[in-house]
T-cell receptor, first 112, second 110 residues
Framework: EPEVTQTPSHQVTQMGQEVILRCVPISNHLYFYWYRQILGQKVEFLVS????????KSEIFDDQFSVERPDGSNFTLKIRSTKLEDSAMYFC??????????FGPGTRLTVL | AQSVTQLDSQVPVFEEAPVELRCNYS??????LFWYVQYPNQGLQLLLKYLSGSTLVESINGFEAEFNKSQTSFHLRKPSVHISDTAEYFC????????FGTGTRLQVFP
């Protein structure tokens, strides 16, 4: 069964550094998403991406965040200058349309 | 405002007992509703979903949920839980960006 993959599984970085979280969505999916889950809290929507552009973003997704689909398979989330409060589990998801979103296993980001 | 509410942060039960995890959604949330399960140190897995049609939906591992429009609820039930059901359960809704509840930790004891 096809699945969404994410790399790395765990990323440790120093505050102020840039990080890129990578995702490979399911190949025939058209909609892509990033969510995050701060430890002990609920999963929060960050951004959705369709047709090579952002379709919606939350207030969390400020100028420090960006997304890109550099080729036909990868979908990346970049945080330009990480802050301590960016420490969280980041989930990528993809879908063919409305309805079921398939989630990746997540990347645990730790900012020191 | 759009919201999905899970009233119970933790639900402890003994093995083979029935369980209900409660979920309510605001009427502004489009009625595409989902339950996701997160096992320790793993990602989110879809457990079941309601998009349209029959209001009772079932998963392959014995869970079921009923969409109740009048009560704006989508409670998750299982008649007899197993130790392996211990996990965090998230209710979510909407058509595009998912709105998640805060999660319910189901702890099954032997």
């Amino acid at each position: 069964e096809p699945e969404v993959t994410q790399t790395p599984s765990h990323q440790v970085t120093q505050m102020g550094q840039e990080v890129i979280l990578r995702c490979v969505p399911i190949s025939n999916h058209l909609y892509f998403y990033w969510y995050r889950q701060i430890l002990g809290q609920k999963v929060e929507f960050l951004v959705s991406f369709y047709n090579n552009e952002i379709s919606e973003k939350s207030e969390i997704f400020d100028d420090q965040f960006s997304v890109e689909r550099p080729d036909g398979s990868n979908f990346t989330l970049k945080i330009r200058s990480t802050k301590l409060e960016d420490s969280a589990m980041y989930f990528c998801a993809s879908s063919r349309g409305t309805g079921h979103q398939f989630f990746g296993p997540g990347t645990r980001l730790t900012v020191l | 405002a759009q919201s999905v509410t899970q009233l119970d942060s933790q639900v402890p039960v003994f093995e083979e007992a029935p369980v209900e995890l409660r979920c309510n959604y605001s009427s502004s949330v489009s009625v595409y509703l989902f339950w996701y399960v997160q096992y320790p140190n793993q990602g989110l897995q879809l457990l079941l979903k309601y998009l349209s049609g029959s209001t009772l939906v079932e998963s392959i591992n014995g869970f079921e949920a009923e969409f109740n429009k009048s009560q704006t609820s989508f409670h998750l039930r299982k008649p007899s839980v197993h130790i392996s059901d211990t996990a965090e359960y998230f209710c979510a809704g909407n058509t595009d960006k998912l709105i998640f509840g805060t999660g319910t930790r189901l702890q099954v004891f032997p």
